[in-house]
């Protein structure tokens, strides 16, 4: 049912740990499911992904396309970074079950969340990039970050 990519990143995820001070941070939920995905950016002064880390506590789906994500984006820019869709995430798995592309959403929505978090920081705008969904129940947004 999983590709030998999906199984490989969620058995060897890559890029997992959190980033002490990090330029960006962008924690997002699965409405679906209840899932969750931090993702962490260490962003230079030339707006290239010089680190980045995720937590994911989620399915094996969310484990592998959060993984896939982070080698997606580490060493690009930050307007690179943003044409990492989750289509793209699952095309670099080889594909993920139908009922299993949710999951990538949230790779995605946390790059983006954490995009937003370093524009918001840098007083920056970044063309395209939306504010993120607060799909985070109550709960974890009041959680000690
Ligand atoms: Fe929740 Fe996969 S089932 S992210």
Redesign the pocket.
Known sequence: MYTEKVMDHFEHPRNVGEIENASGMGTVG?P????IMRIYLDIDENQIIRDVKFKTF??G??VATSSMATELVKGKSIYEAMQVTNKAVCEALDGLPPV?I??SL?AEEAIHAALWDYAQKNGITIDGLEKPKDNIGEEEEEEDY
Do not use: V
């Open positions: 699965n679906k499911c209840g899932d989620g399915c789906a969310a299993k949710h999951c949230l």
